[in-house]
């Protein structure tokens, strides 16, 4: 028999998740603050609990996947946990998912915290992914009932690690979406469809500069090297015309501006012949 689960959330999210347990034959018992959303659930086998005290006690294993951290506390302070283990796929803060993982062993359970990479439709599907930290003992335990929503990926028991690596593709998803979405509004000012626009050239072009990255990530790893005839004076001095153009084409540039500012800053400080990996030190500067 399959390891019983039960999610604590019917949101978008965990929806798709109880659906893929359930479609891999896990005994799945679900519940949610309003009651009744997602009756489908219903029809595909799910017991569904009255309270989240109730869910808890029908499963060995416990997702929770609600809208934030003060919804997780909320839900789980004072309920009985011994012997569970408790895996939180709620976007937190690595400190969130710190204090979580506290609160949740203190109560008597294993604690694993996830970053799901993946929207709800991709779950149970081959670019699904999610990051899990906490105790290694019960991720090898249930490491195989987690897979079929995702593939899993552990990256340490401190709990706050799985967060830390969600927010930093998070961080590079909003990066590359924002200037996309730059891009698009100042073809648009010319009446440039959109759609050929994005298919013949936006993606081609941003998905051959996503290939310069593992370059950059080694000179981080292992120092400065040939910066491959793009310095970052040339970039900076380059980089005016794209705020310049955005004004004068009516375009608000606030998603841009900030890279020029670190472009100037960086050749301030004498990284002018740097590739753009020179950036990522001046960014951890301010926090030390
Ligand atoms: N959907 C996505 O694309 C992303 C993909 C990556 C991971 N995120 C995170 O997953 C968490 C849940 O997201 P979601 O998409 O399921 O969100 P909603 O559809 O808005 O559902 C929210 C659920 O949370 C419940 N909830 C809200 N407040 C409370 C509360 N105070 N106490 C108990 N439960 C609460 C809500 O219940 P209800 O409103 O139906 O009663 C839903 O079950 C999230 O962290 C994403 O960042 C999703």
New binding site residues.
């Given amino acids: 028999m399959k390891t019983p689960v039960t999610v604590l959330?019917?949101?978008?999210?965990?929806?798709a998740l109880a659906r893929t347990f359930l479609a891999a034959g896990h005994p799945t018992t679900v519940w949610?603050?309003?009651p009744g959303?997602s009756p489908e659930l219903d029809t595909l086998g799910a017991d569904r609990a009255a309270t989240a005290a109730e869910a808890i006690a029908a499963s060995p294993l416990v997702v929770v996947?609600?809208?934030?951290d003060?919804?997780v506390r909320?839900?789980l302070d004072g309920l009985d946990l011994a012997g569970k283990t408790v895996v939180n796929?709620?976007?937190?803060t690595p400190d969130q998912a710190r204090a979580t993982a506290e609160r949740v062993t203190a109560a008597g359970a294993q604690y694993l915290d996830g970053?799901?990479?993946?929207?709800?439709a991709m779950i149970g599907g081959p670019a699904a992914f999610i990051f899990y930290s906490g105790v290694e003992e019960a991720f090898e335990k249930h490491s195989g009932d987690l897979s079929v929503l995702a593939k899993p990926a552990y990256v340490g028991a401190d709990a706050g690690l799985a967060a830390l690596y969600d927010i930093a593709l998070l961080s590079g998803m909003y990066g590359m979406f924002g200037g996309a979405q730059h891009a698009l509004a100042l073809i648009s000012t010319e009446q440039v469809p959109a759609t050929s626009f994005t298919e013949q050239f936006l993606v081609p072009w941003l998905t051959a500069m996503l290939t310069s990255l593992p370059s950059m990530a080694r000179e981080l790893d292992n120092g400065p090297a040939d910066t491959a005839g793009s310095n970052l004076a040339m970039q900076a001095a380059a980089y005016d015309n794209l705020v310049t153009t955005a004004q004068a084409q009516g375009v608000d540039p606030r998603l841009l501006a900030p890279m020029g500012e670190l472009l100037r800053e960086a050749v301030a400080a004498g990284h002018g012949d740097r590739d753009l990996s020179g950036l990522v030190d001046l960014l951890k500067t301010p926090a030390g």
């Fill in positions: 959330g019917l949101g978008a999210m965990g929806t949610n603050r309003t959303r996947c609600l809208l934030v003060d919804t909320s839900t796929l709620t976007n937190s970053g799901i990479m993946a929207v709800p």
